[in-house]
Nanobody, 119 residues
Framework: VQLQASGGGLVQAGGSLRLSCAAS????????IGWFRQSPGREREFVAA????????VYAESVKGRFTISRDNSKLAVHLQMNDLRPDDTAVYYC?????????????WGQGTEVTVSS
């Protein structure tokens, strides 16, 4: 099983990006999928997660109201819609598969995708 992250890029403050995490090799069912991020000099932090079975979501306080995580059953993918981006959202974003509700235990990681928000 592999997780493939995509969608990062450079955007101005206030702009939007959509990240995607696609699975190959096995379905997501029974797991929670989500995103972490890490910027230079800072610890990796949880961003958002979605339960594949019931679609319930969890967000970090710093992104509530701006980011939306969703699942796409047909494509075995999870998307993170990021709106109203801020410079401090700049980081490498990683998707991960793990334990509900907030991925406090992770079982698999995808490669990172870089997000840069300019002021």
């Amino acid at each position: 099983v592999q997780l493939q992250a995509s969608g990062g890029g450079l955007v101005q403050a206030g702009g939007s990006l959509r990240l995607s995490c696609a699975a190959s090799g096995r379905t997501f069912n029974t797991y929670t999928i989500g995103w972490f991020r890490q910027s230079p000099g800072r610890e990796r932090e949880f961003v958002a997660a979605v339960d594949w079975n019931d679609g319930s979501t969890v967000y970090a306080e710093s992104v509530k109201g701006r980011f939306t995580i969703s699942r796409d059953n047909s494509k075995l993918a999870v998307h993170l819609q990021m709106n109203d981006l801020r410079p401090d959202d700049t980081a490498v974003y990683y998707c991960a598969q793990g334990r509900a509700p907030n991925l406090d235990r992770t079982y698999m990681w995808g490669q990172g995708t870089e997000v840069t928000v300019s002021s």
